[in-house]
Every structure is written in structure tokens, then in C-alpha cells.
């Protein structure tokens, strides 16, 4: 079967993961070699506290990865990080190939995460729409 790039996004225990990063880390490449993958990127994306707790964990290290893996295997895959104890989460994504190598690049070069992307202010947005023209019934002019 052919192997496609595949995203992974995993959510490892924080405690672990501040005990021993390098072998709490080592567990994923491990495990998609052990499947016959091969890991083209893997690093930190932040650590955040959690929106609900998971599994009795209020705070998370997301780890963001790409990887070859034979279709037929994701979901050997899968289940070996749900009986991973220093994996409280993880999502798998097959990755366009017309895009994957951009998305490789993307990861390998720090691409941070979303989070950091500013929005933009409250005040700057609403003064974007006080400039919209109206008329005189308060509706917006069609320009």
C-alpha cells in the first residue's frame, strides 16, 4: 500500500512531559517507525491550559507532527497512543500531497501556533464599521 503524509497532533501530560521531555517525545517517533512510518517533522507547539479537563489533566503539551505511514496502519496507530499513558490525546490528518511539503517546510521552520496570531483589536474593528456609509434609515449603503 502507499504511504501519505500524515499531521499529528498530540496532547501529552504536562507532568510527564516536564520530568523527562526527550523520552516522553521519543514515544511518538517510536511508535510510528515501529509501524513502518517515517517522521518528517516533530516539535513542540505550546503548552495551555485545557478548555475541560481530560482524563483528570487541566493542562496539556501539544506536540505537532508529520509523518509517512501506510494507510492500512493509522489505525494501529491510533490505538497505540489511546494505551499510551503520556498521550492524553491525539488527532491524525491525511495531508494533501499537493500541499504536504509546504506543511513539512511549515512545521520544520517554527511555525508557531495559532494562538499567536494577533487579531485585531476590538476598537480597530469597530471603528471599521462606524466608517461604513448609511442612509437615512440607518441601512447600509449599497457602494
Not at 491550559?49 to 491510533?78: C, E, M, S
Not at 490505538?79 to 488527532?91: G, K, M, S, T, W
Request: aromatic residues 8%.
Amino acid at each position: 500500500m502507499a504511504q501519505h503524509v500524515y499531521e499529528g497532533m498530540f496532547i501529552l501530560d504536562s507532568n510527564r512531559y516536564a520530568r523527562d521531555a526527550a523520552g516522553t517525545v521519543a514515544q511518538i517517533p517510536g511508535a510510528v517507525e515501529q509501524f513502518g512510518g517515517k517522521m518528517l517533522a516533530s516539535r513542540l507547539w505550546e503548552e495551555r491550559r485545557l478548555a475541560y479537563p481530560i482524563k483528570g489533566h487541566r493542562k496539556g503539551t501539544y506536540w505537532l507532527t508529520y509523518f509517512k505511514l501506510d494507510g492500512d496502519q493509522v489505525g494501529n496507530l491510533t490505538r497505540q497512543f489511546q494505551l499510551n499513558e503520556a498521550v492524553i490525546r491525539n488527532l491524525m490528518l491525511k495531508i494533501d500531497p499537493r500541499i504536504a511539503d509546504t506543511m513539512v517546510q511549515h512545521a520544520l521552520t517554527g511555525g508557531g501556533p495559532l494562538a499567536e496570531r494577533k487579531p485585531k483589536p476590538e476598537a480597530e474593528a469597530a471603528k471599521l464599521v462606524d466608517d461604513m456609509p448609511v442612509d437615512e434609515m440607518g441601512e447600509l449603503d449599497e457602494e
